[in-house]
T-cell receptor, first 114, second 111 residues
């Protein structure tokens, strides 16, 4: 059973470009979470999605950031017009149901904005 | 939001037990206590969770104080592969869906 997959593992973007981060949850998991980890800091919750629905986006910056989890395909975290402060590791986690206390994390995408 | 306090770092010798403390004096009655660890350049890994009673699994044990204001993660025999940052987390909601990671404890294991 493959774990949570994230791609790309490393992404370099120039200021003003768009970044698209993909996350494929574990097989059978319909709940996806995105977290961001700035250098030398802990992870910060961004958004929680179920298939085709955003359940909680209280941790998402109000502008430039969006997330989706379509019926088919991976979850996408999209950052428009990236700035240097967006440089971070972005982790995706999945769980099989709400109320499941164990989240399975992917290896992360390390975004560098130049 | 209930917060946790952990020492920044701890050292242990290989094959000895390790006790990682966590204080959560503002914990509410419905908050679960979760422990995750993060190895260098990897995503976090679930370790254990509990509510009131002590818990054991193949990775570790979780000892929860009677007043629930503190807990201790116990690694029974530390190995070099246990060197990681250990996070003690209280769930923001009852389902533990949104995890808030603090600074964690960096565990160093000496051979």
């Amino acid at each position: 059973n493959a774990g949570v997959m994230q791609n790309p593992r490393h992404l370099v973007r120039r200021r003003g470009q768009e970044a698209r981060l993909r996350c494929s949850p574990m097989k059978g998991h319909s709940h996806v979470y995105w977290y961001r980890q700035l250098p030398e800091e802990g992870l910060k919750f961004m958004v929680y999605l179920q298939k085709e629905n955003i359940i909680d986006e209280s941790g998402m910056p109000k502008e430039r950031f969006s997330a989706e989890f379509p019926k088919e395909g991976p979850s996408i975290l999209r950052i428009q017009q990236v700035v240097r402060g967006d440089s971070a590791a972005y982790f995706c986690a999945s769980s099989p149901r709400t109320g499941a206390y164990e989240q399975y994390f992917g290896p992360g995408t390390r975004l560098t904005v130049t | 939001d209930a917060k946790t306090t952990q020492p920044n770092s701890m050292e242990s010798n290989e094959e000895e037990p390790v006790h990682l403390p966590c204080n959560h004096s503002t914990i509410s009655g419905t908050d679960y206590i979760h422990w995750y660890r993060q190895l260098p350049s990897q995503g976090p890994e679930y370790v254990i969770h509990g509510l009131t009673s002590n818990v054991n699994n193949r990775m570790a044990s979780l000892a929860i104080a009677e007043d629930r204001k503190s807990s201790t993660l116990i690694l029974h025999r530390a190995t070099l592969r246990d060197a990681a940052v250990y996070y003690c987390i209280l769930s923001l909601d009852n389902a533990g869906n949104m995890l808030t990671f603090g600074g964690g404890t960096r565990l160093m294991v000496k051979p």
